[in-house]
């Protein structure tokens, strides 16, 4: 199947520094990405959707001034998460969709963030 | 809004028993389902998807589900689960075409030798 790597796979920051995560699709064009966030013990919950060469659309509740997504190409999208504080601390997860499987999500390892 | 519950959040298995994952889902238009399988320090895989037709799916590893759709369900089966099935276990919905995925709060499965 498709490969969609994270990187980094965790990082530990201070709070109010700020935090890029990378999401690319290593043997497919996405134009579509997708960013999630889960909880321990909880589910995935999706944050925001992200289109190659557009804005991204941001669901409810999540405050589109902190966690800044950029898709500037067809395989890689970033997530930032801006002036991080501790409850920020999460596993974000991104998934990718490839219009040539039937447009199956893939998704990456997922990236462990620890705001201390 | 769109929500996916699944009704078990630990299963404790056997090697060899029978499997039965609940998941139910509340949207009243079209959907399609999922079930994902996320084995431990791995990411998540498809195990198997419900789009249109035959409500009965089969999928990858030996797991299938079926969907019901007068009880808004896609619970998924195993008949006979192996040591290397334990894996935390979601149900998926995509209900408004844009591919967006609502997951249910998950299932942890741990098979025992």
């Known amino acids: 199947g498709a490969v969609v790597s994270q990187h980094p796979s965790w990082v530990i920051c201070k709070s109010g520094t700020s935090v890029k995560i990378e999401c690319r699709s290593l043997?497919?064009?996405?134009?579509?990405m997708f960013w999630y966030r889960q909880f321990p013990k909880q589910s995935l919950m999706l944050m925001a959707t992200?289109?190659?060469?557009?804005?991204?659309?941001?669901e409810q509740g999540v405050e589109k001034d902190k966690f800044l997504i950029n898709h500037a190409s067809l395989t890689l999208s970033t997530l930032t998460v801006t002036s991080a504080h501790p409850e920020d601390s999460s596993f974000y997860i991104c998934?990718?969709?490839?219009?040539?499987?039937?447009?199956?999500?893939?998704f990456g390892p997922g990236t462990r963030l620890t705001v201390l | 809004a769109q929500s996916v519950s699944q009704h078990n959040h630990h299963v404790i298995l056997s090697e060899a028993a029978s499997l039965e994952l609940g998941c139910n889902y509340s949207?009243?238009?079209?959907?399609?389902l999922f079930w994902y399988v996320q084995y431990p320090g791995q990411h998540l895989q498809l195990l198997l998807k419900y789009f249109s037709g035959d409500p009965l799916v089969k999928g990858i590893k030996g797991f299938e589900a079926e969907f019901i759709k007068s009880k808004f369900s896609f619970n998924l089966r195993k008949p006979s689960v192996q040591w290397s099935d334990t894996a935390e276990y979601f149900c998926a919905v995509e209900g408004d075409s844009s591919y967006k995925l609502i997951f249910g709060s998950g299932t942890r499965l741990l098979v025992r030798p």
């Open positions: 949207y009243g238009g079209t959907v399609n």
């Open positions: 992200s289109n190659e060469g557009s804005k991204a659309t941001y």
């Open positions: 998934s990718a969709r490839d219009p040539t499987r039937g447009d199956e999500q893939f």
């Open positions: 043997d497919f064009q996405a134009t579509t």
